[in-house]
C-alpha cells in the first residue's frame, strides 16, 4: 500500500498537458461490446478504474490489448452476458455493462453495484428505463436478472426525473440496436456524454442531440469497429488549475476542450484568478491573494461540476472571507471536510451545506483519502500547507488520476509517493 508525502510551499509553475478523461473511457470500453469486432481506442489512461472494467470486459469473453494509452477491445469473441458480485463491487459505474449486455445479448445477470463514500447511488432510473425498452428484470440471490425474451429492446421514449449521467448512457447503449427510434428527455447533458455518442456515431450508430437535454437514436441493426480518441479530462484539468491558484502560481494546459471546463472558469476569477483562453490551450495566473467564492450549488453539467467541489473547498480554506458550499448532486460528499480540518481550516456542515471561513494559512497533517476527488483535495491542501503531509488510502486517487505525483512534479511540486511503511 502506498501513501503521498507532500512537503508544501513550493509555488507550482508550468505546461502540461492532461490525461483522457476517466468518466469517458469507461462508458466507451462497455460500448465496444456492442461493436462486431476491434475497437481501437486512444488516449485512455492508466487508471484502477479502467483496469477493473477490462477485467470485465475479458470475463465477458473479449480480447482485450494495451499498448500505453491505446487499448484495443475485439468483442466478437464475447461467450457470456453475466457478471460477478466481485466484478461488479469493484467500481460504481459497473452499471453501465447492463445498457451494453443487453444491447448486444438481449439478457444480462448482474448484482447491484452498491453504493459508495460519496452516497446511497441508487439504480431505479437505469432500471425503469430498460423495463421501458420491454426487458423483463427480476431479482435473484440479489443478482438483477434482464431479459428482452428474445424479442430484442424495443426503441421507446423515456423522460429522465434526473439529467442522471449513467442512465443516459445507459439508455444510449440499449437503443443503438434496438429497433425503432428511442428518444431521451431530460438527458444528462455532461461533455462525456457527447463523447460516448461521438463514438458509437463513427460505428455506424444514428444518435442526434447529445449534449442537449433531449437525444434521439435511431436503432441500427449493426455497428462496424472504428478508431476514437478519448476527450481530455476536465476534472484532471480543473484539479491542476485550482493546485496551482493555492499555492500562488501560474499553469498553461495545452490541448483541452475549453468550453468542457466553462463552469469552473466564472468561480475562479470571482477568487481573483487571471483566466484566459486561447485555442485548445488554457492560462490561468494566481493573485496575491486568493478572495471567497461567495456561493458554490453543484449541479448537472453544464452548472458547476460535483466532481470538483472537495478541490474548490480546498482553495476556499486559504481565501480571503467566507464561502458557501451547497452540494446537490449527493447526499454525502462532505466526507474530506473533516481531513481538511486536520491542517487547520474552518469549515461548518449542515446537511448538503458547507460554509468555509478562510484562514491564513495551513499546516502539513496526516490525512487521508475518503474518495476519489475528497483525495485529490488532500494534495491540494498538503502543497500549500506549512511542512509535510501525509496521505494514506490513496487507492481512491489511483481511480482518477494517472500518475498526479509525476505531473505535479513536473510544475515544481514537492510530492513522492513511498511505501505506506517508509
Ligand atoms: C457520474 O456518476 C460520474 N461517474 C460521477 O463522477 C459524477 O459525480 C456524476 O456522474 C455526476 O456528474 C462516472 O461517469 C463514471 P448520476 P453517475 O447517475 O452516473 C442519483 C468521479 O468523481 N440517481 O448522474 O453515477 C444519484 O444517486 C465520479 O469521477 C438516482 O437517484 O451519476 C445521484 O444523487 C463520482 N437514481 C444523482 O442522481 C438513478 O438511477 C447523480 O447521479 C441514478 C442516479
Do not use: W
Not at 184 to 210: H, M, Q, T, V
Not at 294 to 314: E, K, S
Not at 328 to 338: Q, T
Amino acid at each position: 500500500m502506498n501513501k503521498f508525502i507532500v512537503t508544501g510551499g513550493n509555488r507550482l509553475d508550468g505546461e502540461i498537458t492532461v490525461q483522457g478523461a476517466k468518466n469517458s473511457v469507461l462508458p466507451i470500453l462497455v460500448a465496444t461490446l456492442l461493436v462486431n469486432g476491434e475497437s481501437v481506442i486512444h488516449n485512455c489512461p492508466c487508471l484502477s478504474d479502467v483496469d477493473a472494467t477490462i477485467r470485465i470486459l475479458e470475463y465477458l469473453g473479449c480480447m482485450v490489448t494495451r499498448e500505453g494509452h491505446t487499448i484495443t477491445v475485439d468483442s466478437s469473441t464475447i461467450n457470456r452476458y453475466d457478471v460477478p458480485d466481485n466484478l461488479m463491487r469493484e467500481m460504481r459505474s459497473s452499471i453501465v455493462f447492463l445498457g451494453g449486455i443487453m444491447g448486444r445479448m438481449g439478457k444480462a445477470v448482474l448484482s447491484t453495484p452498491g453504493g459508495c463514500e460519496i452516497g446511497l447511488r441508487p439504480i431505479d432510473l437505469h432500471l425503469s428505463s430498460m423495463e421501458q425498452f420491454g426487458a423483463n428484470i427480476t431479482t435473484e440471490n440479489g443478482c438483477l436478472v434482464c431479459s428482452s425474451d428474445g424479442k430484442g429492446l424495443q426503441g421507446t421514449r423515456i423522460i429522465l426525473s434526473f439529467p442522471s449521467v449513467g442512465a443516459t448512457e445507459n439508455i444510449i447503449l440499449s437503443a443503438v440496436l434496438a429497433k425503432g427510434t428511442t428518444i431521451i428527455s431530460n438527458a444528462a447533458r455532461e461533455p462525456e456524454i457527447n463523447d460516448l455518442a461521438d463514438f458509437l456515431n463513427k460505428c455506424g450508430a444514428r444518435i442526434y442531440g447529445a449534449g442537449e437535454s433531449t437525444i434521439t437514436i435511431e436503432g441500427v441493426s449493426a455497428l462496424k469497429p472504428c478508431e476514437h480518441s478519448i476527450i481530455p479530462d476536465r476534472i484532471v484539468v480543473a484539479t491542476y488549475m485550482i493546485a496551482t491558484m493555492m499555492t500562488g502560481g501560474k499553469i498553461c494546459i495545452k490541448d483541452i476542450v475549453p468550453s468542457h471546463i466553462g463552469p469552473i472558469i466564472q468561480p475562479l476569477r470571482d477568487a481573483g484568478c487571471i483566466i484566459s483562453v486561447s485555442g485548445r490551450n488554457v492560462m490561468a495566473a494566481a493573485p496575491n491573494h486568493l478572495k471567497r467564492i461567495r456561493m458554490i450549488r453543484t449541479m448537472p453539467h453544464p452548472g458547476f461540476p460535483t466532481d470538483v467541489q472537495a478541490q474548490m473547498m480546498a482553495l476556499t480554506t486559504i481565501a480571503d472571507g467566507t464561502s458557501v458550499f451547497v452540494e446537490n448532486i449527493f447526499e454525502s460528499r462532505y466526507k474530506h471536510v473533516g481531513e481538511l480540518l486536520r491542517f487547520g481550516s474552518k469549515i461548518s456542515v449542515e446537511g448538503r451545506m458547507a460554509v468555509v471561513e478562510g484562514v491564513k494559512s495551513l499546516n502539513g497533517a496526516k490525512v487521508k483519502a475518503t474518495d476519489l476527488r475528497g483525495g485529490s483535495a488532500m494534495i491540494l491542501a498538503g502543497l500549500c500547507a506549512e511542512g509535510k503531509t501525509e496521505i494514506t488510502e490513496i487507492h481512491h486517487i489511483d481511480r482518477g488520476y494517472d500518475e498526479p505525483e509525476k505531473v505535479l512534479s513536473i510544475l515544481g511540486a514537492d510530492i513522492k509517493r513511498v511505501n505506506k511503511d517508509e
